[in-house]
């Protein structure tokens, strides 16, 4: 399997768990920016700040846990 990022090869056990991208920097950085992208922080109730993705059923209501 080759990075989806720079087509460098992916090592095995990365590949085996799902992971689609090398372990290079600039690599880890897009998909860790495009991961954050997806993500909101929100605060729940008697829990404190927590990340939830942007198309999570809690942000389409208007409503967090708890409530």
Request: aromatic share 8%; charged share 20%.
């Amino acid at each position: 399997m080759n990075c989806i990022y720079c087509g460098q090869p992916v090592p095995q056990p990365r590949a085996e768990a799902g992971i689609t991208y090398c372990m290079s920097k600039s690599c880890v950085v897009i998909a860790l920016q495009e991961r954050q992208a997806n993500l909101r922080l929100i605060l729940m109730p008697k829990q404190g700040f927590t990340y939830v993705f942007k198309d999570s059923d809690d942000l389409k209501h208007g409503k967090s846990s708890g409530r």
